[in-house]
């Protein structure tokens, strides 16, 4: 079982920054061979696929953030990140880190729930106006 806790999350008003990390762990747990992710679920609206980073470090982006999030991972550390930048009143969500075994997906099955296995508890940002 893997073990996925997110951390960063907090109040911030429109074009400010927020940096969230997700620290993995679990039995036998070799960071560097799983896809990671980052969802997001607002109130009232389905979970959103917003990033994802493969095992080597190649990324992908939902439309709606590209250009202001970055995503990275530290294997070395079983550490995700993803750096918020000129944040949105539509940001606002709750912010989750997901990851799985198998290989990350390249095409839009990316962004799908479905794909990914273990999740975390997911950590609060809101973006005032």
């Known amino acids: 079982q893997v073990r996925l806790v997110e951390s960063g999350g907090g ?14 762990s679990g039995y036998g747990y070799i960071h560097s061979t799983y896809c990671m992710a980052w969802f997001r679920q607002a109130v009232g609206k389905e979970r959103e696929g917003v990033a994802t ?14 250009g ?24 606002t969500a709750r912010y989750y880190c ?22 975390g508890q997911g950590t609060q940002v809101t973006v005032s106006s």
Do not use: H
């Open 11 to 24: 109040s911030v008003q429109t074009g400010g920054s927020l940096r969230l990390s997700c620290a993995a």
């Open 68 to 91: 202001r999030f970055t995503v990275s991972r530290e294997n070395d550390k079983n550490s995700l990140y993803l750096q918020m930048n000129s944040l949105k009143p539509e940001d």
């Open 98 to 119: 997901v990851s799985d075994r198998s290989q990350c997906r390249y095409d839009d099955t990316w962004s799908a729930a479905s794909e990914y296995t273990f999740w």
């Open 53 to 66: 980073i493969d095992r080597d470090g190649r990324t992908r982006y939902a439309d709606s953030v590209k």
